[in-house]
Each structure stands twice: as structure tokens, then as C-alpha cells.
């Protein structure tokens, strides 16, 4: 077969195949929305699900009766009837019916004072706010876990058939986080959470190897942008769906938990009608024919030898086929500057501070005079902001590229930290307790500047990067490994973020301003631009440390003519 001469075959127009189009949408709702879902998904329904801990705990010492649930949706269900009604409730109708006796219940119990004193416990009991923090922290100690066991998973299973496999694991998730009501269990959701935890730990390291390994390189930091898009499409539409109006009431809250069955059922049912990656098919298990037929469909043109000629030339490189051992990875000269680029990427996104800006939110929009009520809403406002402001990142990366992403944005990350800090501050001032909302509005304003920019740069580009300056045979490993960091560096932030924003106040965040300018001077220095090369010259360009690339580029192109030849 007749080759395109290599500048004709980097020209050639991109094919928006169905086949690709397709396979990317499914493994990004399948996986990708679902870790999004899930960092958000105990945010707004918080409060209703910590009176439920409190609630059972109390049951089970015999202080409410076993038929708690039902007395209490029939008392909450009356005062809701009598609202919507407009009726005028007088002073005699609420003590009758918040005095109604449990059956069973000899002495009887004032049921609107239960319920308020049962909220107080939710909220400042140190052992409710133990369970809570183990709730929530068990779903990133279980991602680590997800994320270390995820590259021999890869290699094993291969990315297609991983994404398949871990269904399993989220309709299991789902069972136990919408039985808990029925079962008179907590533990089911700590369960559900450790269950949820270690599916994300997999599936962001499955979802970005398989986006980076299908994508023409001309558009790979495009697609590789789409798994941070679902991502915050999945937190958005967490909040949506736990806010107190629609799943996060008293009574329906499972269903924030029951919902992740039906983005894994998806991905069961579409995922087969994908292609495998011809990458892992020609590099990983040497089944160059399937490879180049899945590449047919992805590409939708008959000529693919000049990228299947590319990954023989990268599988030559690498000698074997083997699955690379963490100490082969930690221990090979070549891949020690990668590693360290992935592994700090990876911190630097988490250590950036975003959770504790999403943390900090409440604070100031009720400093800002938001109607409490309100609040929820708002919160998904700042997640809808940093879902659209993804948007624009799936084309500009190609057009600007990685490094540029990265350096300016988190310039302005950083300027809005200090602008945050100056008007924290500020609040605290007696003396100028007139302007103190004039000075959270700026906070406020200041906070969605620094969301923009992480949406934009550190949100979605150290996926990309990280799958695309290594060679086939460690990029499995390697994605595992510095998905590790990241998941120990939020397990971290979680723990003592709470505490440094006491000790600390308006100076919390002094630290990830520090972050921020280590970042900006590792990445002007040690990281590469990686558009529109393959995963082989940038790996060989930085393992030269930069250097004569054009001399690299060529040798490789004479590589591939003498394999044509």
C-alpha cells in the first residue's frame, strides 16, 4: 500500500467519525460525569443526611420509637398540607399536633421539638461530625486505592473492557446508598461511599488513557479537555439534583445515591459498541490487526499505516510488552523527569486549593447578605460557571496549547487568592463593619475569577499532559502512580483544611498562594508543550531535556520511511 509522504499526513483533515464522537461520549458520562458527580454529590444534602445518622443512632438507644420515619413524615407532611394551603395555623393547632404521642410510646414527645433538638445534634455533635468526616474522607481513601491498582488494571483488562468491568462496582454503590432508610442503616452510606470512591480512583485513570490513546493528536488536548468538562458537569448537576427543593429533602436524598446507576448503566450497555484502543491493542497485546481495524473507524479513512507504522516505531523503543512494575517506573533513568512532571502536576492541582474555595463559599455569600435559602442555589451557580468556563478550554488548547493554559491562568488564580485574602481581612476589621459587604461581594467576585482560571488551566490540562508525555508500555503505570498523588493530596486538603480555617482565617489561604508560584516556576521550567506531537517525540524531547528536537524529529521520520520502505 502507497504511504502519504509525512508532512501530507500531519496536513490531513481531522474526520469527526461517528465511531469517535461516539466512544468519547460514553466513556465520559460512564466515567468522567461520574467522578464529578461524586465530589459533589454530599454538598447540599449534608445537612438532611447527618439529622438521618443522628436519627438512627437514637433509635437504636431506644430514645425515638422504632416507627420514627413514619411519624415524622406524617407530622412534616400536615405542616407542608397547611402552607400550600395558606391556612392561618393558630397557637392551639401547633401545640395539638407537635404533641402527638408515638404509638407505643406511653409518655409521649413533642415532635416539633424533637426534630429541632435532633437538628442541633446533627450540627454540633463531635461524634455526628466524626461519622460525617469519615464519610466523606472514605470516598478519596478508597480513590487512592482505585487510582494505585489502576494501571496494572488497564494493562490487564485493557481501557475498554476496565470501563465495563467497574459497572459492577457503581450498581453495587448504588444499592447501598438507596436502601438506607429501609435497612435503618448509616453504615450502608459510609459502605456506598468507599464503593463510589474506588470506582472514581479507577475510572479517571481508565477514561484518560482511552481519550489520549484514540484521539488524533491534532485534536487529543480537545478531547482530553472533555473528561474535565463532564467532570463539572457531573458536580453541577450534583448540586442541582441534592438542592432541598428536588432529591435533598428528608425523605429522598437516596435518590442522589440511586442515580449513579443510571450513568453506569450507559457505559454497560454502550461501551461494547466501542472500540478497544488500537494503541494498547498494537503496543500492549501485539494484535496489530484489530488495531488497525478499530483505527479504520475511529479515523474514518482506509489509510492508517502511517500511525500504525508510529506505534510499531514506539513499541520497537520500548523493547517488551510487558506491564511495568512501579519500581521499573520509579527506577528507569528515562522516565525519572516525566514522573516527577506527573506527580507535581498532579499536587499542584489539589494543593492549588480549589476544594477550600469551594469550601469557603458559604461564608462569604452570607457575609454578601444571601438569603439563606438562596445559598444552595448559588452554589450551583459557581459550579455552573466553572462548567461553562470549561467550554471554551476544549478548543483554545489546541490553539494556544498546554503550557500557555497552564502559566497564565494560574497567574490569575493566584492574584485572586490575594485579592481573597486582602478583602477576607477586611471583613474582620471593627472598624469597617459598613463596608463589610462591599468586601465579600469583591471576595465573592474574586473567588469566581480563581474558579475560571483552574477551569481553564489546572483543572483539565495535568490529565492531559500526564497521558501524553509518556511512551505506551509505562503510560498505564504512570497515569496510576501520579493519580495516586492527586488522590493523597486531596485525602490531605479534606482532613486539615477545616482546622487551618480556624487557626488561620483571612491568611487560609497563604499557602496555596505559595503553591501557585512553586507551580508557575516548575512548570515555565521543567514542562514541555506537547501539541500536535506524538506520544513518541515527546517523550524522546524530554528525555533530551529539550534539546535538539528538530535533529529527534528527524531521525524518527527516517525510522518510519525505512519501516515504509
Same mark, same amino acid.
Not at 455526628?128 to 478519596?140: C, D, K, M, P, R
Not at 489539589?350 to 461564608?363: C, D, K, L, W
Not at 488561620?504 to 505559595?514: H, T
Given at each position: ?24 461520549? %460514553? ?57 400550600? =394551603? ?31 433538638? %435532633? ?19 472514605? @470516598? ?30 457503581? @450498581? ?53 479537555? *472533555? ?17 432541598? +427543593? ?10 442522589? @445515591? ?8 450507559? *457505559? ?5 459498541? *466501542? ?6 491493542? !498494537? ?33 520497537? +523503543? ?56 438562596? %445559598? ?43 485579592? !481573597?485574602?486582602? @478583602? ?47 511512551? =505506551? ?15 493523597? *493530596? ?10 487551618? =480555617? +480556624? ?57 518510519? =520511511?525505512?519501516? +515504509?520502505?
Amino acid at each position: 500500500m502507497a504511504h502519504r509522504p509525512q508532512k501530507e499526513q500531519d496536513e490531513r483533515e481531522i474526520n469527526y467519525t461517528f465511531t469517535l464522537l461516539f466512544s468519547v461520549a %460514553i466513556c465520559v458520562i460512564g466515567n468522567s460525569f461520574l467522578y464529578g458527580y461524586n465530589i459533589g454529590v454530599v454538598n447540599n444534602p449534608a445537612g438532611v443526611i447527618r439529622v438521618f445518622y443522628v436519627e438512627t443512632i437514637m433509635i437504636r438507644k431506644e430514645l425515638l420509637p422504632e416507627n420514627w420515619f413514619e411519624i415524622k413524615d406524617q407530622y412534616l407532611e400536615m405542616m407542608e398540607n397547611m402552607k400550600m =394551603q395558606n391556612l392561618t395555623v393558630n397557637l392551639t393547632v401547633i401545640s395539638d399536633t407537635s404533641n402527638a404521642t408515638a404509638p407505643g410510646n406511653a409518655s409521649g414527645f413533642n415532635i416539633s421539638d424533637t426534630i429541632a433538638k %435532633i437538628k442541633y445534634v446533627s450540627e454540633n455533635d463531635d461524634k455526628v461530625e466524626l461519622l460525617w468526616s469519615v464519610t466523606v474522607a472514605i @470516598f478519596v481513601l478508597f480513590g487512592m486505592i482505585g487510582a494505585f491498582a489502576s494501571g496494572k488494571f488497564a494493562d490487564y483488562f485493557g481501557r475498554k473492557k476496565g470501563m465495563i468491568i467497574i459497572t459492577v462496582i457503581m @450498581f453495587l454503590a448504588a444499592i447501598c446508598g438507596g436502601i438506607p432508610i429501609v435497612a435503618r442503616s448509616f453504615e450502608v452510606i459510609i459502605v456506598h461511599r468507599a464503593l463510589v470512591g474506588l470506582h472514581c480512583g479507577l475510572n479517571v485513570s481508565l477514561a484518560s488513557l482511552y481519550l489520549a490513546e484514540i484521539s488524533p493528536k491534532k485534536i487529543r488536548g480537545a478531547i482530553g479537555t *472533555c473528561h474535565q468538562l463532564f467532570i463539572t458537569i457531573g458536580i453541577l448537576w450534583s448540586n442541582i439534583m441534592g438542592v432541598s +427543593k428536588l432529591a435533598g429533602t428528608h425523605k429522598q436524598w437516596p435518590w442522589v @445515591f440511586i442515580f449513579n446507576a443510571f450513568p453506569a448503566l450507559i *457505559c454497560l450497555v454502550a461501551m461494547p459498541f *466501542c472500540p478497544e484502543s488500537p494503541r494498547y491493542l !498494537l503496543i500492549n497485546r501485539g494484535d496489530e490487526e484489530t488495531a488497525r481495524h478499530g483505527l479504520k473507524s475511529l479515523r474514518g479513512y482506509l489509510d492508517v499505516e502511517d500511525e500504525i507504522d508510529e506505534m510499531k516505531v514506539e513499541a520497537r +523503543k520500548s523493547q517488551s510488552v510487558k506491564q511495568f512494575s512501579l519500581k521499573e517506573l520509579l527506577t528507569s533513568p528515562e522516565l525519572r523527569v516525566p514522573i516527577i512532571i506527573a506527580c507535581c502536576l498532579q499536587i499542584a492541582q489539589q494543593f492549588s486549593g480549589i476544594n477550600a474555595v469551594m469550601s469557603y463559599s458559604s461564608f462569604m455569600y452570607e457575609n454578601a447578605g444571601v438569603d439563606l435559602k438562596l %445559598i444552595e442555589w448559588i452554589v450551583c451557580l459557581t459550579s455552573l460557571i466553572n462548567m461553562l468556563t470549561t467550554l471554551p478550554a476544549v478548543p483554545m488548547i489546541e490553539k494556544l496549547g498546554r503550557r500557555m493554559l497552564l502559566l497564565f491562568p494560574m497567574v490569575l488564580m493566584a492574584v485572586s487568592f490575594v485579592i !481573597l485574602t486582602i @478583602f477576607h481581612n477586611l471583613q474582620y476589621d471593627e472598624g469597617l463593619q459598613g463596608s463589610r459587604h462591599i468586601f465579600a461581594i469583591i471576595g465573592i467576585v474574586a473567588m469566581h475569577t480563581y474558579v475560571i482560571g483552574f477551569a481553564v488551566g489546572l483543572g483539565p490540562i495535568p490529565f492531559i499532559v500526564v497521558g501524553e508525555i509518556f511512551r =505506551q508500555e509505562p503510560r498505564a503505570a504512570a497515569m496510576s502512580l501520579s493519580l495516586t498523588f492527586n488522590w493523597i *493530596c486531596n485525602f490531605i486538603l479534606m482532613m486539615v483544611f477545616r482546622f487551618m =480555617q +480556624k487557626a488561620m482565617r483571612g491568611f487560609v489561604y497563604l499557602p496555596f498562594i505559595g503553591v501557585l508560584v512553586l507551580a508557575l516556576i516548575f512548570i515555565w521550567f521543567m514542562v514541555p508543550e506537547t501539541k500536535n506531537k506524538t506520544f513518541d517525540q515527546i517523550a524522546a524531547s524530554i528525555h533530551k531535556g529539550g534539546r535538539n528536537q528538530d535533529n529527534m524529529l528527524n531521525h524518527e521520520g527516517e525510522e518510519l =520511511q525505512s519501516m +515504509k520502505a
